[in-house]
């Protein structure tokens, strides 16, 4: 017999629902019962489903987070709301407060970043702000105005102290800053991480609402984690001494590919709202450099991305979704970029027939790294989906932003608004309500 | 240039997005910042919003009001969160627990009674939990077995205490009862009163949130209010007193017609849940006398229903919203009904010409008591659109039920899912971000 | 790889492209190719199609059948659009302008009669004016007063000549009469039928558009089908005459509950447009007297409906859709009613748990009749799923009109508007592009 | 009382429900009731709103017009479907078969051309044509295949005949090659023009179904446009002749950037579906030549675009919405695109106060030639409302388009789908019932 189907009113009412449900006030947490902190790229992501239902809370949640912004402008990976412990690693590990000349003394936060998606939250604000009244319009753009410069700091940060060689690419010291934690993007790299005795003992949280393991980082690759945030402390989290001492130091092309295309967006956004030209030929220059920096890493006649491995000084070969990172920024030659196009759509990618709906699974069904269930291993992100519906609208590509946007509506008509998905079968994994699904599916909606 | 309009997707979000904003856990505020306090007609309406986006919060809210069902089955018209006063009248004032035989000890509630549409929301959670899983099926079924008797006490005793005299009618001891506070209906009655010297001194709160107090009941009418508190106190809100002591004691035709339709819909739940039969033969029965009450209430070609006043000895004559009772329940002859249904369509209400949406006004505009921005006394009030587009639906009268929906969703695309609106320039008036009238719209656009 | 999921604005506007598409001019074609005919039950779904489309050409339909009506009141089953032969049986066949004293001389027209379902038609017509122009509004109302006596010398045709012995059912002549052709209804009335030596020579068209023809009516049932024609054409078609010589006489319970149901539609526009009250006197008494005809045939504790062979003079016993004949025009008494919506719902028809969708097979697939893939032996009717839609909400049931309008729409994305679909399978079977499919799906998504 | 207003289903119902009643079986008329003949860009147009509706269907118009391509590669604006007079000026006038050595014997055509928007419907038959069956994939690749060479030679005839000093800008020898007859643009050029006396006397037809003959040509202007056609009969429609003779002869910069973009949208194809790489080669470089040549029309720094009048050697500078023409096809340095976006935007376009809707009006408002009823002298053309917005979708601004799309459906909700508007009131204006209006429509809601 028939199975029940959600229509498109109802599924954007329980995102809607959902959403402010893990309302904390001031922040969104990522789930239902989750810690009441932030992470910064969700952060990001629940402002773009908060814009549509709310200036005002939109406005907030990124106040909230651009409160943490460290003085030399990283915004922190967490932002804790209080204080207090009980995630793990909570500010009691990270200790950045204490360690860190640049951190702020409160809130507490971790001592590392995240992607730079923030511009697009800020865009999405302002774009909704012109369709209400002269009040919202008022309040989007005085949230600009105060935030202007906090924004430019970030990027100005990133462009500098996270590419210290000049070379248009991000550098991670942790893979947790990819935001791809397990990504077989690191394997290799954390491979070569050997951790130090002085690493403390320490109990792990991360596993207590997921009832399967396997789909959760191992203990082995969990110390590593931990001993690289040593690392970090023992050098007081300065930008200068990572890039000396860290084990691990890896250009992320994905994370490079984001930068350059925020970079033009706030450009865009500075030029709609008179702000100093030279902020503008600064933000123009950067994503300049990133994307010649992404197009620099791909190879081969398909481009595909690479990250690169500072330590070991060689490109590392994954078959991932960050492959595909010069489609978010352009710059790859015509050829090229049609050749990685025919690669996503294909059967290493969106077109593997396997797959239940049409839409990037977070590692290649054909390489050996895949684990259909295994976090950024295998399972499609529903919020990846939205990243890249969302680019190639931009990129002047309305009918795949639109294949994108009704393959990943398709999805969650499942309803759990899961944090992954099994490719496969279109099974829900990870915490269940997560706010950036919902928040994708309200964008996509509105 | 245009205006901008909401589209469906988007108005289903932001309706469920205020729903969890006014939700304080297990119970729904009225609206933003208005005390935590529970109303039972409220509380029945924003059940029926909460069904579609979540049956276990749905089963929540009516677990919350029938915890404070007296033990005659009465359910009070508040319920007190906390038991803290701040809200006026409060506890202090109503004293149920302490006077009242049959008043819980805990939560602290009123006095006085609302409208019977709770069987409405028992009937939508059921509904809605049809389309789920199994486990929320069974979730919707156990609270119906866990309230089955609690429902039956609740109507029963609508069906005695408060027919004292078994004419089909049930009979309030005070306006709000009726739920329309200041309806003109009400008007000679409340004239008759005479202010005892024993009211102590008060202090009106209501006015706090409403910027024209033209738009609230008057200061003597206030005092009729708080008097006839003063008099239920004084038999410690015994049913079988209060109908001999109270100045106030009305049949309100439209209770009862909410009252006969609650029965039908009460019976026809039991027959599908295999209830006792002698539960539904009850309701059967009370649905027929209350049926047979309204109908002898009906005056003229057009059945007009009217009030009764008890102590007046005679039939209150307004043009109010109320007149249109039977069309809720039925039994009027068809040539009547049919002339009933005329009026509702024409110039007198949803018919006016100057009326922005064709929806029924709380009262005639052509009516000399017709204030078009005084609370009942006017203004359209979008749960009763939705009480009757629903009520037509049942009645067998599928286009009369979609036209009132489309009008009713009409008016609020304007967004503010205002407390009651101005007739002809759809003016939003009231609490704004009312829970009810988000939830009257998530059920049109379920 | 993700099926591709069709729109409502797209299945809506392929269904009007469609209906379009089958137009030809003052008559809509039942699918594409098929000859220029009008039938007449077809000619009604369709016009509740047009009605939102267009007034105008809505309208124009309803005259163009009506314009076909026999003298005696009789509007016959097909309207022969040009005189010409190639239909088969056509009007070279039927000679009904030749043989039957009532029949029009222009246009060509069977001799037989299909279901009452036009007062539906009339309906939606004037209910979709009520939204439009006032043009538009006249317009309908003039169709009204031209048609008003036609529809009501139909009507009283049915009531007299087709109730000889004033039972409140329905007599048929030939299974064609009820459109349900080859139902295992007929099958023992049928087998009783002997096939004169005087039937001459024919050919059959009826399988030049179907592949397979055991979808279809076999030979010897298409010999029965020809000689009742030829027993009709014996006495000049003369109603009188009928009820005396045919050997197929059977009391139609589908089609007298659908006649009660049309009679109360009827009068109720009757009232609302001022008709004489003498009409409206008629058509209540009508429908009292055909719903008391159709509750009288209901056997059990379940309410089940019956056929009742008039020569054979015995209740005829099969499990189809006709069997919940009582739901469409009421009647039942409760605890039977509700009996017959839980057959409705449960695994004999709807609830079935091996079907596609949840809507009415043409016959039980738990019937020893049951042929998934045979016309009105077992396959789905996207048109009857329509009528139990319809019907059910007039009866104050909307949430069950709703379930089954979900249910069909789920079925029409398919896209292939098929005339009937294998219920387990979902196949598309008969015509495709079938125009009261499209009707169907277009008053839903109206 | 409240307007009624039209759901999206049931707008985009009425769309196709008229684009089926246009069809004339293999071409579809402009609006009902006009002459059979086939536009050059109403067939594309018309095309993009088939697409979604019957990829068959679409392929048939594309395929009707390419059967009149001319030898040397143009595509008629005018394909006279049998030969026959009654259009004024008809095949009597052109004499095109009979004097030009390119044009086809049969069917009969004009002898001017179009403006290139065919590239954009063999985009979306193909786009479609993904989400459909194999069959229908194939038989869209079938029609790539069969009419590639048809398209290249349409494009090189235009890239050379009509670029015969390889300025990147299109030459037009009449004002109807644009599109936009009696638009301003032309006001200059055709004062210029002395009508011969050897003007054959006629008699016009295109004011017979305008109520209003100011909303037309006047009959001065009527006698230019025949005179011109009268020179080019003159030299047997002559490519090379006629870039001699003409006494009109422009330099259009919306063609321009029309065919830079068709190019684009040409080339992208190409790729996709492996045609010659020369060709591909040829593409591109048309594209980027015109796109040059449009880009050297702009005038100072908001980037105005202006056409050339070749025989009074200037820049005709008007303020009507080929201005925006350099946001079609891209190449403008982003300081001037912003500025021409802000224009687009601002008071003197889509921003003006008194605009109904914010969509482009042919003319702008604040202009001395604006006409609010005449044609393209001031009137909103929904066609040019989805043209733009299907641009912004391709170039990379999925707001703007979303915007332009949502205003334009608004507009749309009227119902007439006529060829044009009045901007301040939204009267519709011209013949009602457009098929490229009903086309834009069933793109937009697809």
Chains 1, 2, 3, 4 share one sequence.
């Not at 991305?305 to 030659?333: N, S």
Request: proline share 7%; aromatic share 12%.
């Amino acid at each position: 017999m028939g199975q029940y189907r959600i229509s498109s009113t109802q599924l954007a009412a329980r995102a809607a629902y959902l959403l402010r449900g893990n309302d904390l006030g001031t922040m969104t947490s990522a789930a239902p019962r989750l810690y009441p902190h932030m992470w910064s790229w969700d952060a990001a992501f629940v402002t773009v489903g908060l814009a549509p239902l709310s200036i005002e809370r939109a406005v907030i949640e990124m106040d909230t987070l651009l409160s943490a912004q460290w003085s030399n402008g990283m915004i922190p990976h967490i932002v804790f709301a209080n204080g207090r412990d009980g995630y793990f690693p909570g500010p009691a590990w990270w200790r950045a407060g204490e360690l860190a000349a640049a951190a702020p003394s409160s809130p507490a936060t971790s001592g590392i970043t995240q992607p730079p998606v923030h511009a697009i939250a800020v865009q999405r604000i302002l774009e909704h702000s012109r369709h209400r009244s002269r009040a919202v319009r008022q309040l989007a753009e005085e949230f600009l105005d105060r935030r202007w410069n906090d924004l430019m700091q970030w990027h100005r940060w990133l462009a500098t102290a996270r590419d210290p060689r000049g070379r248009g690419r991000i550098t991670l010291y942790h893979g947790w800053e990819s935001g791809m934690d397990n990504s077989p993007r690191w394997d290799s790299a954390y491979a070569n991480i050997v951790v130090g005795d002085s690493l403390p003992s320490y109990q792990r949280e991360d596993l207590e609402h997921i009832g399967d393991p396997t789909m959760r980082p191992s203990t082995a690759e969990y110390d590593r984690y931990l001993w690289l945030v040593e690392q970090m402390k023992s050098v007081g989290y300065d930008d200068q001494k990572l890039s000396e001492v860290m084990d691990f130091a890896i250009e992320d092309v994905f994370v490079s590919a984001i930068f350059a295309m925020a970079c033009d967006v706030l450009a865009y956004i500075g030029e709609d709202y008179a702000k100093p030209l030279s902020d503008i030929r600064d933000l123009r220059a950067w994503a300049h450099r990133f994307r010649t920096g992404v197009v620099a890493s791909c190879r081969g006649p398909s481009g595909i991305a690479r990250d690169f491995d500072v330590r070991a000084d060689r490109w590392i070969e994954t078959e991932t979704i960050a492959m595909f990172a010069p489609l978010l920024c352009g710059g790859l030659p015509r050829d090229r970029e049609r050749a990685l196009l025919r690669l996503f759509d294909g059967p290493r990618f969106c077109g593997h027939p396997d797959l239940r709906y049409a839409v990037p699974p977070s590692t290649s069904p054909v390489s050996a790294d895949f684990r259909p269930r295994e976090y950024w291993r295998g399972p499609v992100w529903p919020v990846m989906t939205w990243l890249f519906s969302w680019a190639f609208g931009r990129r002047g590509w309305p009918e795949r932003s639109k294949r994108l946007r009704e393959e990943g509506l398709r999805q969650a008509e499942e309803g759990s608004f899961a944090e992954y998905y099994e490719p496969f079968t279109g099974e829900p994994l990870g915490s269940m309500q997560q706010s950036w699904t919902a928040a994708a599916v309200l964008d996509w909606l509105d």
